[in-house]
Structures are given as structure tokens and as C-alpha cells.
């Protein structure tokens, strides 16, 4: 093995892009969970968006236009799993599975026609000045814009969830559904603006994933993105800060068993390429373990105005 | 102004009307999707609803064809149903079948080319432990340290593909394969082939454990206590853990069949119609049976029935693919336009629709 292929600079910041679409995916269902929803859906989601967002920009030729499309597609697919469970009354577990079985057929229905073409993809900004900066100036500074907005989307769901009322509303929704009810709160459409913020973001997750990160689409090449978001949601014991470090950790994870297959690591490669869905449920053990707990009291329970 | 009165107890009739009612919707949208692909609507549902099993040019192929692909569907749904009942998710089943099919098929690979009569049954006991071993992991977590079981198993079936394609280009590669991937086929070793029973059926044993499971369920669930602690902790936990039902081992009861089913699925599926051990030997039965035991309403007669609705769609758009050119992903989405329209439709089951305005009480 040759660990001195392995260049510390290119593998930050390519952990900085693998970690993006699970990050995005990841803090997105954290808002829907916060209202007190469990949408197991965010797979079947990603992939929408990964296939919608590549076919809108090859065609358009615009990236941005991609990612745009990729949360409107998306938004709409969570839209229908909102209806279901808030309207309809549906069990969120079953429907978030339905979820993912129609967005999976969906998607490689959508994608045939767009096997083995190149996508165009984000251009790299160079921030000035700071991606001057010898070391850190390469690995932190010079992304596409995708991967700085998502971290600016962490720092605003935090902010807005620590900071405003309506952050305070959607935390109390979440809490406990019947006494926000009392209150005179729209639980219903609380939870489906938050729904469809999550859809969005698992969207754009997917995009980034079929835009940047592979800049190609294939069948079912989300893998398992989706539910290690929905793991690093409990990872993160529903915190925005932590959700970023959990993304980041796994991104990291991801990257360093791909550059220690291309190192010829004296490890089996099975069990490198299974290394990520095991760290995943390594961490989900310990976590659970600690018994570190923040779920939203309501996750998961339907809310009815009957009583 | 519409709105939903909950009932007192759940609607006997919707229960079953609901399953019907979706089945209807999915063929219309359906229809509308084939219309949007450029085939006629009609064709297209009559192609898959009802030319596998009348047409007279296909039929003698299509029909045996049903059993073969009812069956892995029904097993595994049979296990699904039953920790559904609890509450407890194992969505992980996929990789139970892969677990169960690799176990089954090394144990027999082991003891070639004996031709024993001891092989199969061995190997279907191999196949089970194999998908009962993969079930416990998420089964033991969850009872030793509350992690959660659907996540948990979801991981496990990514790493069972990869597992999967490991043993197909390493420890189980066919020795006399001139290097190409995937085991000897059990195709040709009769010690170890799950041939058909009766020929021209499609009747193999795996379908005649799909019936026994089916059986045993029922029986399990309307005749056995522990089918009511079950029941019971699904319904209301407390109560459950008030009459002396320990949580735990239901957990690990439910994992266990549901693992242990869909362990004995793959072997079957393996050693009979896909015949080796590949890399793409994985096809999704795992996860078409979640909508297997919805659609059955995780009843063992009910799930009997949609296991065979199921396998139909399958059989029916691979025609339509041949006959009609319509895309094979559009049975997918098919399938999970299925499940969903289901969960719509059931909320006449517990609520009643309502129109007018509330009634001062």
C-alpha cells in the first residue's frame, strides 16, 4: 500500500464535496422532523432530484437551472407523501417507504434516455484573496457555490430554529401537536411547509449528487444517501451544528475508503466499499447507547383535530 | 366543507374495498402514464392485468410463471406482516434474502458434486440461519441498545449487495467458470436444484412454503398467544407490557421469522429460477414485499392474494416491455403508485367522510 498517494489537501476537499448532498438531504429532514414528521421518503426524494435536476440541465445546459428544477421536482414528490399523511391520515413509516418505491421507479423511468452522457456542471469559484491562501486556500476555498450554500443553509436553520417565532412554532408543532393545536396553530400546514422544505432540500442533495459530485447519471446511484441522512438525523440528535459535523464525518468516511481502495490498502475491498453503512450503524449504536435523546415528542404520530 | 369524523372502530367493508379501490386508481394513472409513453392505455393494462393469464398465445408460458414469483413475495411478506403487526419495521428484508440465498448456496457448494438427498434440505436450513443471523443484528440492537431497527437493517442490505458481490467473484466463483463471475449453476446438479414439483406449474418448494407460511401465520395470528401478545403490542404497548409481554422478545421473534422467511426466499429463489449465485442476483423482492403485506392488509390470506396480484404486474409488464416497448421501470413506478394510492384510500377504513358543516354538540 501507498499511503503517500493519498494527498491530505485533495481529500479535505473532497470530503468537503462528498459530504454536500447528504448534508443538504440531512438538513432538510431535520426541519420535517423537527414539525414532528418522519418522512422516511428522503431516498426516493434525492433521486428524483438527481434525475430531474441532470435532465433539466443537460438540456438547458445550465447547471443552476438543474438544481432549481431538482427541488421543485422534489418538493412536489414530498408534497404528495404531505397529503397522504396529513391529510389522509396515513401511516408516515409505510408512506415514506412508498415514497422511495416511487421515486425509484420514477426516476430510472426518467433517466434512461440520459444513461452515458456528461452533465454540465458547477464551475469552481475561486474566491479571491482567500483561495490565495497556500493550504487552506485549496481545501476550503475554491468549491463550487453549492458546497458553501449548503453550509449557509445550516447556519440559517439553526438561527431560525433558535432564534425566530416561527422557528419557536414549528419546534412546539413538533413537541406536541395537541397543545399547539389548542394554541390556534396550523398544525397541518406548519407540517407541510416543512415537508416541502425537506423535499426541496433532499432534491437539491440529489442534483449535487448527479451534477457535481459524479457529473453523470446512473440507475440508482443515490445508494443508501438518503437513509444515511435519515441517520444522521438521530445522529445529530436533531441539532443543526451537529447534523453539518455528521455529514462531514461521513463524508469523510466515504472518501478515505475510496482513496484507500485506490492505495491498494491490504484490506478486502468488500469491506471497504460496505465501510460507510457500517460506520453508519456503528454510530447509530453508540448514539443510542448514550441514550442521547432530543426527538421531537410528536415524531412519527398523526395529528387529528377530532378530540 | 369536507371533513373526516373518526369511526369507532375500523370500517369491516373498507378493509376490504380499500385494497380494490387502489388497484383501480393504479390502473388508471397507469393508464394515463402508458398514454403519456405512447402506448395505448388499454392495451397496456390488458397486457399486464389480463393477457398473462387468458391470453391463449401466452398464457401456457405466463400462468406457471406466476407461482415462481408469487412465491418469494409471499414469504417474505408472510415475516414482514407479522413484525408490522408490533410496530417493529424491518425494512431490511432484501438483504435477509441475499444473506439467506448466499448462506444456502454455500453450504451446498461446500459438499459438490455429492448427490445426496440430505443436500437441499440442508441447504434450505442454511439459507434460513443465514437470514435469521442477518435479521438478529438489527434484532439485537435495537433490544440491547435501542437503536433504530429500520435504519439499521436498511444498512445491512447495502452491505449483503456488497457481500454479494464479493463472494460471486471470490469464494463461490464457479471453479470451472473460465474466471467469469458467479457459482456453479444448480441448475445442473439435482441434488441441489429446486426443480418444479409438478412440471408446467411453476410449482416449486418454495412455493409450497410460501402456502405453509401462509398457513402458520394465520394460525399464529388468530389461534396462539404469542400471535395475540403480537397483536397486542402493536395496538397498545402498554397494555402489552402491563399483561407481562416482554417487548423484547417479541422484537426478537418478529425479526427472527421475518429473517428467517426471507432467508429460505432467497435459497429458493437461488437454487431454483435464477440458478446461481451472481453479482445481480438481487431483485428486489425484499422491497416489493413491504407493499405485499400493505396490500394484503398484514393478513396471511390477504397477503396470499396481493403476492399474487403482485407477480402478476411483474409477469404483465414484462409482456407489456416485449409486446408494447414500454419501458421495464414503469412497473416500478407502478407498484409504488400501488402502495401509495393504498395508504390514500385507507383512511375510509378509520374515518368516515363527512360533508356539511360540524354539528354544535
Known sequence: MDLSSINPILLIASIMVSATPILLAAIGEMVVEKSGVLNLGVEGMMITGAVVGFAVAVNSTSPAAGFLAAAVASALLSLAFGVLTQFLLSNQVATGLGLTLVGLGMSSLIGKPYEGIKSPTLPKLDIPVLSDIPVLGRMLFSHDLMVYLSLVLVACVWAFLKYTRAGLILRAVGESHDSAHALGYKVVRIRLLAILFGGACAGLGGAYLSLVRVPQWTEGMTAGAGWIALAIVVFASWRAGRVAIGAYLFGGVTVLQLNLQAAGADVPVALLSASPYLVTIIVLVIISALGAHGAPASLGRPFHASS | ?361
Request: aromatic share 10%; charged share 10%; hydrophobic share 55%.
Open chain 2, 1 to 361: 366543507m369536507i371533513r373526516l369524523e373518526k369511526r369507532p372502530q375500523p370500517s369491516r367493508l373498507w378493509t376490504i374495498l380499500a385494497p380494490v379501490l387502489a388497484v383501480l386508481l393504479t390502473m388508471f394513472v397507469g393508464g394515463l402514464l402508458f398514454a403519456a409513453l405512447g402506448a395505448n392505455p388499454f392495451e397496456a393494462i390488458r397486457t399486464i392485468f389480463w393477457d398473462p393469464i387468458f391470453n391463449a398465445q401466452f398464457a401456457s408460458f405466463t400462468r406457471p410463471q406466476l407461482l415462481v414469483k408469487a412465491a418469494p413475495l409471499i414469504l417474505i411478506a408472510i415475516g414482514l406482516s407479522i413484525g408490522f403487526r408490533a410496530g417493529i419495521w424491518n425494512i431490511g428484508a432484501e438483504g435477509q434474502y441475499i444473506m439467506g440465498a448466499i448462506c444456502g448456496a454455500a453450504a451446498g457448494l461446500a459438499l459438490y458434486p455429492s448427490e445426496s438427498l440430505l443436500i437441499f434440505p440442508m441447504m434450505v436450513l442454511a439459507g434460513a440461519l443465514g437470514g435469521w443471523v442477518w435479521a438478529m443484528i438489527p434484532a439485537i440492537l435495537k433490544t440491547r441498545f435501542g437503536t433504530n431497527e429500520i435504519l439499521v437493517s436498511l444498512m445491512l442490505v447495502y452491505v449483503a449487495e456488497t457481500i454479494l458481490g464479493s463472494v460471486a467473484t471470490g469464494l463461490l466463483r464457479n471453479p470451472e467458470g473460465r474466471g467469469f463471475p458467479g457459482s456453479r449453476n444448480f441448475k445442473q446438479w439435482d441434488a441441489a436444484h429446486n426443480a418444479e414439483i409438478f412440471s408446467g406449474t411453476g410449482m416449486h418448494w418454495g412455493v409450497v412454503f410460501a402456502f405453509i407460511a401462509v398457513i402458520g401465520a394465520y394460525v399464529l395470528l388468530t389461534r396462539h398467544i404469542l400471535g395475540y401478545n403480537i397483536r397486542l403490542t402493536g395496538e397498545a404497548p402498554r397494555a402489552a407490557r402491563f399483561s407481562g409481554v416482554r417487548p423484547a422478545r417479541i422484537v426478537l421473534i418478529c425479526l427472527g421469522l421475518s429473517g428467517l422467511l426471507a432467508g429460505m426466499a432467497g435459497l429458493f429463489e437461488v437454487t431454483g429460477p435464477a440458478g446461481q449465485i451472481s453479482i445481480d442476483f438481487n431483485s428486489g423482492y425484499g422491497f416489493t414485499a413491504i407493499i405485499v403485506a400493505f396490500l394484503g392488509r398484514l393478513n396471511p390470506v390477504g397477503i396470499l392474494l396481493a403476492g399474487l396480484l403482485m407477480a402478476l404486474t411483474y409477469i404483465g409488464g414484462e409482456l407489456a416491455q416485449l409486446m408494447l416497448g414500454v419501458p421495464g421501470a414503469s412497473i416500478q413506478l407502478f407498484q409504488g403508485m400501488l402502495l401509495f394510492f393504498l395508504l390514500g384510500v385507507d383512511v375510509f377504513t378509520n374515518y368516515r367522510l363527512r360533508i356539511g358543516r360540524r354539528e354544535i354538540a
